[in-house]
């Protein structure tokens, strides 16, 4: 929760002009935090005109730079009254995150995201050879060959024995 307050008490309530438009921008999100290398983030820009009400910015005419231990291009998703803004670095450390209006800087502080290394274990993955490098060898054995998984003692010999033939 402070964090959200503290910034969007900086950063709420400034008024920018776009070519005619007036707009007053605010910040919140839990992505404004920061992240986790490898995870998307989001935070929103909220947009309004001098009078309150929500305000579209022209798709072009807004832009969300992020330097850090690599440069970022966080996807924009621009609606009337907010920019959904959604992110997602390959390495740990702080971005430096500036919001741009036809070009010029927007914060008179860049905002600081902190992405930490995701300590969480990866996705477990779909390949076959890893599914069957964990399975008893009983079961690799069953799964590698063709036959029904309950086999009865008799066609076990057989097996044996076609295979001692070879």
Do not use: W
């Not at 007036?22 to 935090?33: A, D, F, H, T, V």
């Amino acid at each position: 929760g402070d964090v959200y307050k503290r910034q969007n008490a900086e950063y709420g309530g400034h008024h920018y002009l776009l070519g005619t438009m007036s707009l007053k921008l605010s910040l919140k999100g839990s992505g404004l935090k920061g992240g986790k290398v490898g995870i998307s983030s989001r935070f929103i820009i909220i947009t309004k005109d001098t009078t309150g009400k929500p305000a579209k910015i022209p798709q072009n005419g807004i832009e969300v730079v992020m330097e850090g231990p690599e440069k970022c291009s966080p996807i924009l998703q621009i609606e009337k009254g907010r920019v959904n803004v959604k992110y997602k670095v390959s390495k740990a450390g702080q971005y430096s995150t500036q919001i741009l209006l036809n070009g010029k800087r927007v914060l008179a502080k860049p905002l600081t995201l902190n992405v930490e290394e995701n300590v969480e274990k990866p996705e477990p993955t779909t390949d076959r050879e890893s599914d069957t490098e964990s399975m008893s060898p009983l079961l690799r054995e069953r799964s590698a060959s063709a036959s029904p998984a309950i086999t009865s003692p008799n066609a076990e010999e057989k097996k044996k024995k076609r295979l001692s033939k070879r």
